[in-house]
């Protein structure tokens, strides 16, 4: 392994950045050089730039999942409606979903019926707007 060349620089920082580097070398179990070298590695990294660098290493956030508290407590309520879900018999379940469909349509009326048509070319298009055409289904 080959050993790369060191320079020694004389740097001035605000006594901040200083106490957050001695920290971090103490933390990391490093000396306070490496913790700077690495910053200025971060910093200058391809597809980084330099400020936003910069900010991504001096804005630390924790991350919180605001829903960890009661993600036990959803998938066991999932599991129970799964479960009741199951102990019905397939008719049941049918009516039951054609009960929610009424109450829903009850909620929001149904509007018409759309419909999303797809060809690969626009010489198939064009013979199904002929034939729609014809039929009286399409209006241009």
Do not use: C
Request: hydrophobic content about 45%; charged content about 30%; aromatic content about 6%.
């Amino acid at each position: 392994m080959s050993k790369q060349k060191i320079e020694r620089i004389s740097i001035t920082l605000p006594a901040e950045l200083v106490r957050f580097a001695d920290r971090e070398a103490k933390r990391l179990g490093r000396p306070r050089s490496w913790v700077i070298a690495e910053a200025l590695r971060r910093a200058v990294e391809p597809g980084r730039s330099s400020a936003v660098a910069a900010a991504g290493d001096r804005i630390r956030e924790p991350v919180v999942n605001p829903y960890a508290a009661v993600a036990g407590e959803l998938a066991e309520v999932r599991q129970r409606r799964l479960r009741a879900a199951l102990a019905l018999s397939p008719g049941e379940r049918l009516l039951r979903a054609d009960e929610l469909v009424r109450l829903a349509r009850a909620v929001r009326p149904h509007r018409g019926r759309r419909q999303i048509v797809a060809f690969d070319t626009f010489e198939e298009f064009w013979q199904w707007k002929q034939a729609h055409r014809a039929a009286g289904a399409v209006r241009t």
